[in-house]
């Protein structure tokens, strides 16, 4: 049944992170073949955006390590869908931009902490290593995401002040990112944080447009977390394929919300998603069988459940 709120938006782009964040944090490799697969059925189920790998180091993320063969097998889906690729240094920029990437992501950290466990340096550190490859992506005329992990608690430093958060947000839109992708990283947000953190980042002239959210399930909070960013009216929602992935760091396996769990509660409240639910479970359910293991994802079990 459906029934809307007059408090929502009423469209949602969900920007897609089940071939990139979700396959990074599998134990095992998936063919390359079989993450174009994988790739083309998001598309077909209608998602617009599929992020689609990332450009870093092989030595750093081996289950991404195709990326130059993968990428080149997407280009039929180039016209209509946007296909992000994660790059953290000028080597990787070059790398996508030498095949046709039009659509790049960085990722920075609100803490010292993650900073150095993932990146090996400070935030300031971190944040100068992106400043040019943020300008020379906008001069080969691409998008920018700037990713931003541990927004809201972080598992060596405890709650992250909301004034950290703040500032390098700020620094990611001064050198030129078009979108924020707020990180929940260790899933362990409540709503009304949520809300705080969105209303000091418009105190800090921050617009909401430029926001979007990526919460992890961690603590059961994710679509609690989601409504209270939509309440505020953000209208871009990180999710993964049937909630592949998660966060090394994070106390559980359980990792990120669920593309199926968010888009069942989308369709509920009457919000135009584009995505096709039947056709995206039965892809989480395909993948799945290819992981050799069951979607931790509660609609795409529901849904694909057989007495
Ligand atoms: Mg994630």
Redesign the pocket.
Known sequence: MVVPDPQLPTRVRIYE?GAR?GLQNEKGTVPTATKAEFIHRLAASGLTTVEATSFVHPRWVPQLADAEALFPLLQDLSDTVGLPVLVPNDRGLDRALALGARHVAVFASATESFAQANLNRTVDEALAMFEPVVTRAKEAGAQVRGYLSMCFGDPWEGAVPETQVVKVCRALLDMGCDELSL?D?IGVATPGQVASLLTALNADGVPTDTVGV?F?DTYGQALSNTLAALRHGVTTV?A?AGGL???PYAKSAT??LATEDLVWMLNGLGIDTGVDLSRLTATSVWMAEQLGRPSPSRTVRALSHKD
Request: hydrophobic content about 10%; glycine content about 30%; aromatic content about 0%.
């Open positions: 992170v964040d990180g990283t990526h992890h990180d993964s992935g998660g966060c990792g990120n």
